[in-house]
């Protein structure tokens, strides 16, 4: 069985009603975000960055699985579906995608402000200060902020490099250093990306679906089942 490597980003659960940073009327418009999204925001005001990630909580619970997700999970019938994902949230799982890595932090979980291998599943969808893990220290979102090592890179490199196919779905390859993954892919393989807006500059073998994440994966499932 092929595998199939997916890297996703914001433009992924976009269509499901997640809020993304950059698009417009996205938070960047009301945050900035390295006023909740930095571990030295987290020094400075942790109430904050726990109110912002309880309200992206909530959402993610009232948020369903879009088409897009969907799709992903049947491939698993075809395909050793691996998906590398840079979003906080649990749609993939939720769709039926059954391997999934977190790059950049999952909401559905916290873990200790000192010990950062105390990692906890939440039952509560809010966090509060006097949350304390069992060794004392303050529980904290599990979220890779800026400043701070993302901790599953390697484990993302060698799926990426195992890949028979690979898409980039819905990310602006702008975010480093998950953006340079692309790089990791084995020669020759083919590449799609998945994207409404993509970037004028492209390789040459990058394939290019501009669509959003929903129609842009079903023809992404046309394309695969005629290479069968």
Excluded at 2 to 17: C, Y
Excluded at 40 to 57: I, T
Excluded at 64 to 76: F, I, K, V, W
């Amino acid at each position: 069985m092929k595998r199939l490597v997916i890297l996703s980003g914001a433009g992924m659960s976009a269509e499901s009603g997640i809020r993304t940073f950059r698009d417009m009327n996205g938070l960047w418009e009301e945050y900035d975000v390295m006023e909740v999204a930095s571990i030295e925001a987290w020094h400075k005001n942790p109430e904050l960055l726990l109110r912002f990630y309880n309200d992206r909580r909530k959402q993610m619970i009232n948020s369903q699985p879009n088409r897009g997700h969907l799709l992903l999970a049947q491939l698993e019938e075809f395909y050793d579906v691996q998906i590398i994902t840079q979003n906080v949230d649990d749609l993939h799982e939720r769709a039926g995608s059954s391997k999934v890595l977190h790059l950049h932090g999952e909401l559905t979980k916290a873990r200790s402000s000192k010990y950062p291998s105390l990692v906890y599943q939440l039952d509560n969808p809010e966090m509060k200060m006097g949350d304390l893990c069992e060794k004392g220290s303050q529980l904290r979102p599990h979220i890779v902020w800026f400043g701070e090592e993302v901790p599953e890179m390697d484990k993302a490199i060698k799926i990426t490099r195992s890949a028979d196919i690979l898409c980039v779905i819905g990310t602006s390859l702008n975010v480093y250093p998950a953006a340079g993954l692309v790089n990791f892919a084995p020669a020759g393989i083919p590449v799609f990306l998945i994207d409404p807006n993509p970037p004028a500059h492209l390789p040459r073998h990058i394939r290019v679906i501009s669509e959003k994440a929903g129609a842009g994966v079903d023809i992404l499932c046309q394309k695969l089942q005629d290479a069968v």
